[in-house]
């Protein structure tokens, strides 16, 4: 998955940028690039169970972020490590919808090298936008 990590944000913080031809693929993009915040090895995450997801927002750049938000969730209160198996990003009736199935396994410090405790997507330089190649994002987590 295309991302890349920027190095001028606050060190309490962490931004990346993705890239995709596809909305559904940018935001699988951007679920790793979180989700590798959190461990050394996207590998090391397998995918044991499944959770289904289904959000909606009314701007592209808020989907994105409760779509990330639920990983991060997911992490606090049910102990999981996700990644984005299937995303599809929709528009119906003024609103923007993802439905995606989430799938890894409960976090094991003896399986996973953790980095960081990703505590929120924020609103800082939050972007969803199309370009001349496909879509980009540009998104800041606290840890």
């Known amino acids: ?25 940018l935001f699988k993009a951007a679920a790793d690039a979180t989700t590798n915040v959190m461990v050394v090895a996207l590998d090391s995450v397998r995918p044991t169970l499944s959770v289904p997801v289904s959000l909606t927002a009314e701007a592209l750049d808020l989907l994105l972020m409760r779509f990330l938000d639920e990983l991060i969730f997911r992490k606090d209160a049910d102990g999981l ?13 003024h609103q923007h919808r993802a439905q995606a199935e989430l799938r890894g396994e409960p976090v094991d410090p003896t399986q996973h090298e953790l980095v960081a405790d990703v505590k929120a997507v924020t ?8 370009t001349t190649a496909g879509w980009e994002a ?6």
């Open 81 to 93: 490590l996700l990644r984005a198996a299937t995303v599809t990003v929709d528009r119906n009736d």
């Open 1 to 25: 998955m295309p991302f890349e990590y920027l190095e001028d944000s606050v060190t309490s913080d962490v931004t990346f940028r993705v890239w995709a031809d596809s909305l559904d693929e």
């Open 123 to 130: 609103l800082y330089g939050l972007r969803v936008e199309r």
């Open 138 to 143: 540009q998104v800041t987590l606290d840890v």
